[in-house]
């Protein structure tokens, strides 16, 4: 997909982002929210998020059509080298293949940053797919190389019906016994713009 700019998000994209999750919050099980949150939630959710670690969105002429954010595993420092990541694709960009390039940046960053591992919690149907929530998402994450590790099983409540919820994980690096500590998001915003090209 050509003319696709991959940046770092800022809170006043907020209301941009707010659009894309809304469809999802009111439609789908794909998160366990119930409300869409406010302008001003998501904005302060965006900047807890880069506190720390990569919140990036994908734009073309100006229309955001998807983002992808890590976010804080366990709030331990024994933890410290492992982060979960979500990525939310506008409805209507769907089956581009911008979940993928959102992805593959926020890897990099991570990697960059000392990161090794990286999780995913996906919300998934107890059988087969129902209007609500489909497998597509543990699809896309096995694509992406992530391997399943457990299930909590119809844990989330929806639209009157029960999910499980799965967890996958990739290794984006070997574990050392004496690994060096991660930096902060904005310790290497200056080595990401060169090296990527991610402002």
Same mark, same amino acid.
């Given at each position: 997909?050509?003319?696709?700019?991959? =940046? $770092?998000?800022r !809170?006043?994209d907020? !209301?941009?982002? &707010?659009?894309?999750?809304?469809? *999802?919050v009111?439609? @789908?099980?794909? @998160? *366990?929210?119930?409300?869409?949150? +406010? &302008?001003?939630? $998501? +904005?302060?959710?965006?900047?807890?998020?880069?506190? /720390?670690?990569?919140?990036?969105?994908?734009?073309?002429?100006?229309?955001?059509?998807? *983002?992808?954010?890590?976010?804080?595993?366990i709030?331990?420092?024994?933890?410290?080298?492992?982060v979960?990541?979500? &990525?939310?694709? /506008?409805?209507?960009a769907?089956?581009?293949?911008?979940?993928?390039?959102?992805y593959?940046?926020?890897?990099?960053?991570? =990697?960059?940053?000392g990161?090794i591992?990286?999780?995913?919690?996906?919300?998934?149907? @107890?059988?087969?797919a129902?209007e609500y929530?489909?497998?597509?998402?543990? #699809?896309?994450?096995?694509?992406?190389?992530?391997? !399943?590790?457990?299930? $909590? #099983?119809?844990?989330?409540?929806?639209f009157? =019906?029960?999910?499980?919820?799965?967890?996958?994980? /990739? *290794?984006l690096?070997?574990? #050392?016994?004496?690994?060096?500590? !991660?930096?902060?998001?904005?310790?290497?915003r200056? &080595?990401?713009?060169? /090296?990527?090209?991610?402002?």
């Open positions: 997909m050509d003319n696709i700019n991959i =940046r $770092f998000a !809170p006043e907020a !209301p941009a982002l &707010v659009e894309i999750y809304s469809y *999802y009111l439609n @789908t099980a794909v @998160t *366990y929210e119930y409300a869409v949150p +406010s &302008v001003e939630e $998501f +904005s302060a959710r965006i900047s807890r998020v880069l506190e /720390k670690y990569p919140y990036l969105l994908a734009e073309r002429s100006g229309e955001v059509l998807g *983002y992808a954010y890590a976010g804080t595993f709030a331990r420092a024994a933890a410290d080298w492992s979960e990541v979500s &990525v939310y694709i /506008k409805h209507s769907r089956g581009l293949g911008l979940g993928r390039r959102l593959e940046a926020l890897e990099e960053i991570l =990697r960059l940053q990161i591992n990286v999780a995913a919690a996906i919300a998934a149907p @107890t059988g087969e129902d929530l489909t497998h597509d998402s543990l #699809k896309f994450h096995s694509r992406m190389g992530y391997e !399943p590790v457990g299930t $909590f #099983k119809e844990n989330g409540h929806k009157g =019906r029960w999910y499980n919820l799965c967890w996958m994980e /990739k *290794y690096g070997d574990h #050392k016994a004496n690994h060096p500590h !991660p930096v902060y998001i904005d310790q290497i200056a &080595v990401v713009s060169e /090296k990527l090209g991610i402002e």
